[in-house]
């Protein structure tokens, strides 16, 4: 059995959104981890026996390799913690996407018409993973319009990429974000390591928190190779 990784690490101030404030400055999604408990400190409390450390996470929830909710884009849509497992754990295909510059978008003529899509996670690998960390993960390819409504023409049940966001940041009605979770389409952003998935019949497994009233949560999203 083999496993491979999809997941960005989570530490603290790591890569995430710049939001551009009204006044020209901008707001930093990030983690801050620190010890609520440390060793020294715990000691005491067990006769100095033993010792544990309790860690303090502060975080956005669109941080890191993530999965959005409907919640994400409509208040009464399905939370995190209303999605079920068995939505979450699903085959995959992924679709080499690579030598894209930033801001330009793709078609539905990249994806093969014999590939069975249907209740499937389908990945986009764009090879921005490597950006990961610097100035130019913030501009970024992305699907276009007539890409979104293909995938859901062929009944997808979730959509991933290894880039900041499924949406180009020039598009404020955000078509990705609108369609596909309207649909009751699963979102994950920031994947990683998607080229170790060619020619591999695989799992994919994007299983959040059971976390109520939030939009978006961070995954240890990874892959089972199927032989």
Known sequence: MKFIDLSHYFENNMPGF?????????TKYTANIKPFLTHEESKPKYQ???SFEITEILFQTSIGT???SPYH????????SEIKIN???????VIDV???NEFESVDSDIIPNDLELEDKAVLFNFGWDKYWGDDKYHSYPYISEELIEYLIDRGVRLVGVDTLNIDSSRKMKRP????????EIFIVENLTGLEELYGKKFR??????????VAALSIRAFAEILE
Request: glycine fraction near 10%.
């Open 98 to 100: 690579r030598g894209r």
């Open 204 to 213: 994919f497994f994007a299983v959040p928190l059971k976390a109520k009233n």
């Open 48 to 50: 100095g026996k033993a």
């Open 87 to 93: 939505e979450v754990i699903l085959a995959g295909v």
């Open 18 to 26: 710049k939001m551009k404030n009204e006044d020209g400055t901008y």
């Open 176 to 183: 990705a974000h609108t369609l596909l979770l309207k649909n």
């Open 73 to 80: 884009r409509y208040p009464d849509g399905r939370d995190i």
């Open 66 to 68: 993530y999965i959005d």
